[in-house]
């Protein structure tokens, strides 16, 4: 049966990428992984890994689109729009900014004349790749875009459609706790949330350990930098949350020269694997 982990982190720059390709890469020399890079803001796990990445499709939201024969400028369509991407001057046509849009559809219950009905507009892509016998799905969010959701969200079907082929799918999720973040976590059945030996590591692992409890999913810590700071400050805050700092990576020129050179980081990655 599949098992489907789930690597976050409370904020960037704490090597969830890192861990996220080294357990594959080592998952998959005896396993059939399916690693995910559901960070589609920025996604970076192809470039790790040195996989040349191939569009598999695009991804689509849906916007309004006006009749103006039908309009009759009353503006109302502006009233609803809580994202700023209508702007109304009195008996002039409505101007619709549609990088603004995030789709709702207030716009078109609201219009009492009929005068907006329902286009699309391209908002990202997902890419399938292959190397070092992991398979690979990807995602991305055109610039100027605000809804990363939509592109995890698409990611999540083809996860749903092809998880039964693997034994493992390994979902590297964008820092934070927003929507899109929640949205790939949805999927897992485990998760390892990463961290550094700082105060801001503390801060922000936080936000994190609250969101996988109010989720309810099984999750543990994993220490990394773990000797450039007061690792004391983890521990205690993992006991805290009863959750267990399940491996500790120091810092290495070696995985950073490896990092920097797109070769698969050899990581001990002790009782994950
Ligand atoms: S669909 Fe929603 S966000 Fe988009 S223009 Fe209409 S009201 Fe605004
Ligand atoms: S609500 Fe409908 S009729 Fe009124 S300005 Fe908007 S599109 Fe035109």
Known sequence: MVRTIGITGGKGGTGKSTIATALAYELAKDSKVLLVDADVDCPNDHLLLSIERKQLQTVEQRIPKW?????????????????????SIKGKKPIFMKQQCNGCGSCVLKCPENAICWDKKDIGQVFIGYGHGIDFLSGELKSNEPISEFVVNSLNDLISEKSADYDYVIIDTAAGTHCPVIAALEMCDIVYA??????????????????????????????????IGDKTIIQNFAEKYDIDIIAEIPYSKEIIDQYSNGIPVKLDLGSIL
């Open 67 to 87: 009749d103006f024969g039908k309009c009759i400028r009353c503006g109302l369509c502006s009233t609803v729009c809580r994202t700023n991407a209508i702007v």
């Open 194 to 227: 990463v961290t550094e030996p700082t105060p801001l590591g503390k801060h922000d692992l936080g936000f994190i350990l609250e969101l996988l409890k109010k989720m309810n999913i099984k999750s543990h810590i994993i220490l990394n930098r773990s000797d």
